[in-house]
């Protein structure tokens, strides 16, 4: 497929940008703004309101599959029964995310369990993934995105044929691990992942395979993804390492208290699901620092309350 792209998004996100230095960046004013900019075919203002959809800002049914529609407007792409078609004067910046509806629809993320998308639907998966790759090496070539390596990375280890067309001599693995050191989080959590693994199961030189483990989830941590966060608090706390299937491992000689605390902090500075879990651990490790603080054991358990009932149900035991 021939992916082109003709400059016209300058504009349109100049545009959007406007709304932005008038209103801010997420403010309901702003998302207000930037929805009446997309109904007008804004490509920029297109893409930011498919974001909304997609990342659950706005509250509705089938939010990934309202999304997928905008991501083709915004980026000029029409779908039909053997391929797609790219007029030229979309945005780039919606390349990515056509490109990961297209490897991940009703297998895995967040689009595991979506609603049917005819459009993604009527194609084959060989053609989606040859699909996901053309959009994939589009958005690396105009936007430099990590997000893309690593979506590379994922393309060609479901298709191990299509590395014919990448640059010679660069694997799947080679992608991942530039998307990790690009500061991608999910490939340097997927990273330290098969690293808990190979450890678990007693791999040769260990102490190599640690280090990795520990180098890709503190890049993640560092950017306050809570999952890696956490996990590494856990390794710095009791030394632990949980392979995918659930069997751990300790390495005491790891132990660093301090450095455990540090990053259960980091895991809450932007919660999610998980972080719930690592206000558990500084109520469970950390039991002193609330001793003489009340309200502050309260407001962290209503966060995990909030964050994730089941983890709430096993605070409550301490």
Known sequence: MNITCSGSYVKDQETLNAIFDKYGYTSPSAERELICLAHTGNTAALKSYADLLFYHKINCRDNYKKAFPLYLQAADVTFYDNGAHCGGNGTPHAYFSIGYYLTNYKCESVLKNCSTIDEIEKLPKETRLQLALDFALASLDYCESPAAINLIGRIVSEDPSLVSRLESGKNAKDYFEEAAEGGYVYACNNLAAKEADLIVNGVDDIDSHINSFIHYLTISADRLEPYAANRLGLFYMIGEIRSSDGRTAVFRDYINISFAKKYFQKAIVYPDSNSAWAY??????????????????NEHMECIKELNPQVYDVAIEL
């Not at 651990?281 to 003489?292: A, E, G, W």
Request: glycine share 0%; charged share 30%; hydrophobic share 40%.
């Open 280 to 297: 558990f651990n500084l109520i469970k490790y950390f039991h002193k620092d609330y001793d003489t603080n009340i309200d502050l054991l």
